[in-house]
Structure formats: C-alpha cells, structure tokens
C-alpha cells in the first residue's frame, strides 16, 4: 500500500467542516462519541457541545493500521524462528549429522541457545536511545541488517565460536524488536482496537516458532537457516512502505507529517484535529517539565509505571514457561501417546498458535486484567499437577503407571493460558504504560529484565531440578505464579479502552479518566 494515498486531504479538510456546520444539530451525538473517541477531556467536549462544531460522520478506518500493525509484527515473525531454530537443530547438529565440519556437544549447544538471551539482553536499553532518535519505524528497518549477518554467520560457521557470535548477533536484533514493535504498534493503534493490534506481537512470534518448526521437519539444518535469514528481508521490503508513529513526528515537531500519518492510518475521512490536538497538549505538558533521564525515572508515574511492567516481565518468566517446554518432549514420550518428539514439539507450536490468535480477539472486549488473573490461577493449577506427577515419579514410577494423561493435559492447559495471558499481555502493557519522553529507556529496561531472567532461569533449571527434585521445582513455579495473580489484582491497572494519556493520567492517581470511555459497543 502505497504511503501517498492519503497525503494529500488536509487541503479539503476546511469546506468539509464548513458543509458539516449545515448538519450540526442531526449529528450533535456523533460529536460527543467522537471527543471521547482518543481521550480528550471532559472540558473539550462541552466545548464541542457548547459551540455545535464538529466533523459530519467522522470515520476512522482500521484496516490500515492492522496492515501497519501486521507488518510490524513481520520482525515479531523472524524473531520466532530464531527462537524456534534450536528445537529441530539440536539434534542433527549433536550427532554430527548437518553440513558443519566440526563437532558440538551438547552442553556447547546449550550455550548456542543462550548466547541469543544474552544478545537481547544486552541491546534493549540502547536500542531505547537508537528509537528516541531516529523513530521507531527507521530503528526496525536497520535492525534488517544484524538479522542478515547473524544468519549468513551461523550457516556459514567454521567453528562453535562463530556459532556462539553469531546466535549473539541475532540476539540483539530479535531483543530490539521485542522493544520497538509493541511500542510502534501502541502509538499507531486508536485505543478501541489497541490490545488486539498489540497482541499481534507475540502472535507472530509463536507463528514463528511454529514456522521453523514445520520447515525444520523437512529441511537440513543448512536450508532451515537459510530460509529464516531470507525471512527478514521480505520484512524489510514490506515495512518500508509503512508510516512513521504519529506520536514521535508530534515529538520531533514534525506536525504536517504525523497528520500525513494519521490519516494513512485513519483514512482521509477522519478528522485528525482532536487526536493532533491531545498528541501535541501531552508533548507539550513533557517539554515543560522536561529533565535529564534519571529525573524522568524518578518520578511518581514513571516509578509505578516501571514497577507494574517490570513485575508482569518477572512473573511471566518465573511462571516455568521455559521448564514445560523442556519436560514437554519426556512428557508426552511417558504417557505413551505414540507421538514423535518431532510431531510433539509442532502441536505445542499449534497451541500457542492457536491461544495467542485467540487472546488478540478478546484482549479489547475482556480486557488485559481478567486474562493476566485467569491465565496466571490455571498456570499454577497445571503446574502444581506436574509437579505432583513428576514427585510421584521420583518415589516410584509404578505410582504413574496410569496417570499419563495428568502431565499431557497439564501442559496443554498451560501453554494455552500462557499463551492468552501472560504471553502476550506484558508486551502490550509495555507499550502502554509509559510517558512518551520516558518510553524508549524505561521499555528497554523491561525488556532487558526479560532477557536475562530467561537466561538465569533456563541455565539454573537444571541446577533447581537436581537441588530440590523436578516435583518441587514446579511447585516452586506454581507457588510464584500465585504471587504474580495477587500483584496483578492489587497492582496492575486496567488499560483497555483507553487513550495512552488517559492511562498516565490514571496511574498519576486520577481515576476519573475512565467516565469518558465510551460504551463497548459505541460505533468505532
């Protein structure tokens, strides 16, 4: 879709407000829906109100911001195959059987698939820098190029070290976009259709794995990795042509283009004025009190804000997500289902698949609270009954002879309610969450804790299976699952259907933010 399409309809913008004077009386109520429609305040609509100007039948399409959305989520897609890429190639590359002339153990793979948590660990708090300056859209198309040579180094490797470098090198463009792209797609998206354009990112991430998982079941190792690295190009090529965020031109003082943008975004029948007017009154009220970084962090909204995004990272990495899919291919080999670990490891691909698709359709109608509490009490009930499971093995494997159907079902039930909650709901938070000028860093930060609480707790699994038994390391997973849903109840704010400064007018502690939503069912 071609970017010029809509540049050209601010010039008719004046006759088409004068023609919808001559009708103001007959859409009076489609004024007062509209000026709740991005969050504008109360006092704005008794001005709408009192002085009966408005735009006639003011339309914002959304079929382009899911085409803008989708192809941000093409770097979410190329992300998942590189964490996918080392289920299907351990073991040809362990037994010596791929086109690598060197050998590699098994504990040397280990780290193969740490060094990508480690990369993305490492680059989320820069890239908050690199997003702030150059925009979000720019920052995405030049994280194409370490995606290109971290796979044309790991097809190519000589050696465990280029493999190690070049895992590293993909770490950091998969870390960055798990940084940029919910931030891109939460400041593009209107907020009656956010949290589904958000979920999007960790939908094509599990269609990613799911991906590399289906190819790497018919290709060699070589040519599985060859077609992942061809996959960031097609990105590249496909989100070149998307807009900017409106909300960082607004910030660069770029006014005609975030117009530009808003309507390729809404369509050339929307009246832009009332969402520019909200984008330039927030920027306006951070220039005003602008500060250095660290004073940024340290105030009141910033610190709760940093506080609830940092906990939902946490508790979805401690929920056990990494060690139900280590014990996913024992589970399913002891119940004797007859499934190979091949077959096994796509149909849990296919379930999350399936899950997350199914959580972007409720997040905008249940909202992002219920499906963190519902996801999180399931969690710890499936995790509790692996543990019960594996502790009964441990003591006697006769004491499970006819419980194989407990750990299958568990492990369903889990990666299914993760991949509706705690998958995607802390990444769509994170772009929600923040003051503009704040953003960049303070999502970095969350995403960098991320990254390394997935690589301390899948390098210490091992060390907490052997130290406390595989039974009570679940039920350890269980019992902070647990303390996650009661920090989401008392804690975490309700975000759904609301405007990114109505979010930060609520967690600066004014609630009355939220009599301005309209109904659920009001006409988008």
Same mark, same amino acid.
Request: charged share 15%; glycine share 10%; hydrophobic share 50%.
């Given at each position: 879709?071609?970017?010029?399409?809509?540049?050209?309809?601010?010039?008719?913008?004046?006759?088409?407000?004068?023609?919808?004077?001559?009708?103001?009386?007959?859409?009076?109520?489609?004024?007062?829906?509209?000026?709740?429609?991005?969050?504008?305040?109360?006092?704005?609509?008794?001005?709408?109100?009192?002085?009966?100007?408005?735009?006639?039948?003011?339309?914002?399409?959304?079929?382009?911001?899911?085409?803008?959305?989708?192809?941000?989520?093409?770097?979410?897609?190329?992300?998942?195959?590189?964490?996918?890429?080392?289920?299907?190639?351990?073991?040809?590359?362990?037994?010596?059987?791929?086109?690598?002339?060197?050998?590699?153990?098994?504990?040397?793979?280990?780290?193969?698939?740490?060094?990508?948590?480690?990369?993305?660990?490492?680059?989320?708090?820069?890239?908050?820098?690199?997003?702030?300056?150059?925009?979000?859209?720019?920052?995405?198309?030049?994280?194409?190029?370490?995606?290109?040579?971290?796979?044309?180094?790991?097809?190519?490797?000589?050696? #465990?070290?280029? /493999?190690? =470098?070049?895992?590293? &090198? +993909?770490? !950091?463009?998969? $870390?960055?976009?798990?940084?940029?792209? %919910?931030?891109?797609?939460?400041?593009?998206?209107?907020?009656?259709?956010?949290?589904?354009?958000?979920?999007?990112?960790q939908l094509m991430i599990t269609?990613?794995?799911?991906?590399?998982?289906?190819?790497?079941?018919?290709?060699? #190792?070589?040519? /599985?990795? =060859?077609?992942?690295? &061809? +996959?960031? !190009?097609?990105? $590249?090529?496909?989100?070149?042509?998307? %807009?900017?965020?409106?909300?960082?031109?607004?910030?660069?003082?770029?006014?005609?283009?975030?117009?530009?943008?808003?309507?390729?975004?809404?369509?050339?029948?929307?009246?832009?004025?009332?969402?520019?007017?909200?984008?330039?009154?927030?920027?306006?009220?951070?220039?005003?009190?602008?500060?250095?970084?660290?004073?940024?962090?340290?105030?009141?909204?910033?610190?709760?804000?940093?506080?609830?995004?940092?906990?939902?990272?946490?508790?979805?990495?401690?929920?056990?997500?990494?060690?139900?899919?280590?014990?996913?291919?024992?589970?399913?080999?002891?119940?004797?289902?007859?499934?190979?670990?091949?077959?096994?490891?796509?149909l849990i691909g296919i379930m999350?698949?399936?899950?997350?698709?199914?959580?972007?359709?409720?997040?905008?109608?249940?909202?992002?609270?219920?499906?963190?509490?519902?996801?999180?009490?399931?969690?710890?009930?499936?995790?509790?009954?692996?543990?019960?499971?594996?502790?009964?093995?441990?003591?006697?494997?006769?004491?499970?002879?006819?419980?194989?159907?407990?750990?299958?079902?568990?492990?369903?039930?889990?990666?299914?309610?993760?991949?509706?909650?705690?998958?995607?709901?802390?990444?769509?938070?994170?772009?929600?969450?923040?003051?503009?000028?704040?953003?960049?860093?303070?999502?970095?930060?969350?995403?960098?804790?991320?990254?390394?609480?997935?690589?301390?707790?899948?390098?210490?699994?091992?060390?907490?299976?052997?130290?406390?038994?595989?039974?009570?390391?679940?039920?350890?997973?269980?019992?902070?699952?647990?303390?996650?849903v009661v920090f989401v109840f008392?804690?975490?704010?309700?975000?759904?259907?609301?405007?990114?400064?109505?979010?930060?007018?609520?967690?600066?502690?004014?609630?009355?933010?939220?009599?301005?939503?309209?109904?659920?069912?009001?006409?988008?």
């Amino acid at each position: 879709m071609s970017t010029a399409s809509y540049s050209n309809s601010s010039g008719d913008e004046p006759n088409k407000k004068a023609d919808a004077q001559n009708e103001e009386s007959s859409h009076l109520l489609e004024a007062t829906e509209n000026g709740a429609k991005y969050g504008s305040r109360q006092a704005d609509q008794e001005n709408l109100l009192g002085n009966m100007v408005h735009t006639a039948e003011n339309r914002s399409r959304v079929l382009p911001q899911y085409v803008a959305a989708l192809a941000a989520a093409g770097g979410a897609f190329a992300a998942g195959t590189l964490l996918g890429w080392t289920s299907p190639a351990e073991t040809p590359i362990v037994n010596g059987s791929t086109h690598y002339n060197f050998d590699v153990t098994k504990e040397e793979f280990s780290w193969v698939g740490a060094f990508m948590t480690l990369g993305a660990a490492c680059v989320c708090i820069p890239i908050g820098f690199l997003i702030n300056q150059i925009g979000r859209k720019w920052t995405m198309l030049l994280l194409v190029l370490p995606f290109i040579l971290g796979w044309a180094l790991l097809i190519w490797a000589q050696n #465990v070290v280029m /493999m190690y =470098i070049a895992r590293f &090198i +993909l770490g !950091i463009a998969g $870390g960055a976009f798990c940084v940029t792209a %919910p931030m891109y797609t939460g400041e593009i998206a209107q907020k009656d259709i956010r949290g589904t354009l958000g979920s999007f990112f960790q939908l094509m991430i599990t269609i990613g794995i799911l991906f590399v998982y289906g190819i790497g079941a018919g290709l060699d #190792v070589m040519w /599985m990795s =060859i077609v992942c690295g &061809i +996959l960031p !190009i097609i990105f $590249g090529v496909i989100f070149f042509f998307m %807009p900017e965020s409106p909300t960082y031109l607004v910030s660069k003082n770029r006014s005609e283009a975030a117009v530009q943008s808003i309507q390729w975004l809404r369509g050339k029948e929307y009246d832009y004025a009332p969402e520019l007017e909200e984008l330039q009154q927030s920027d306006r009220e951070i220039r005003a009190q602008q500060v250095n970084i660290f004073a940024a962090l340290s105030r009141p909204v910033t610190i709760k804000a940093m506080s609830i995004s940092l906990g939902l990272m946490f508790f979805q990495q401690v929920s056990g997500i990494n060690a139900v899919i280590f014990y996913s291919e024992s589970i399913f080999k002891d119940a004797n289902t007859g499934i190979s670990t091949g077959l096994s490891t796509i149909l849990i691909g296919i379930m999350q698949v399936v899950a997350t698709f199914a959580s972007t359709i409720v997040v905008d109608k249940l909202g992002r609270r219920i499906l963190l509490l519902a996801s999180g009490i399931v969690m710890a009930l499936s995790t509790t009954a692996i543990g019960v499971y594996f502790f009964l093995k441990d003591q006697n494997e006769e004491n499970v002879l006819n419980l194989g159907w407990l750990p299958v079902a568990s492990l369903c039930i889990f990666i299914i309610m993760f991949s509706i909650g705690y998958g995607p709901v802390p990444w769509l938070m994170m772009g929600e969450l923040f003051a503009t000028d704040i953003k960049g860093f303070a999502g970095s930060i969350a995403g960098t804790t991320n990254w390394v609480l997935a690589f301390v707790i899948t390098k210490t699994f091992k060390n907490l299976t052997d130290g406390l038994g595989s039974g009570p390391t679940f039920w350890l997973f269980a019992g902070l699952t647990v303390v996650g849903v009661v920090f989401v109840f008392f804690i975490v704010p309700e975000t759904k259907g609301k405007s990114l400064n109505e979010i930060q007018q609520e967690l600066a502690g004014n609630r009355n933010v939220s009599d301005l939503q309209p109904a659920d069912g009001a006409k988008k």
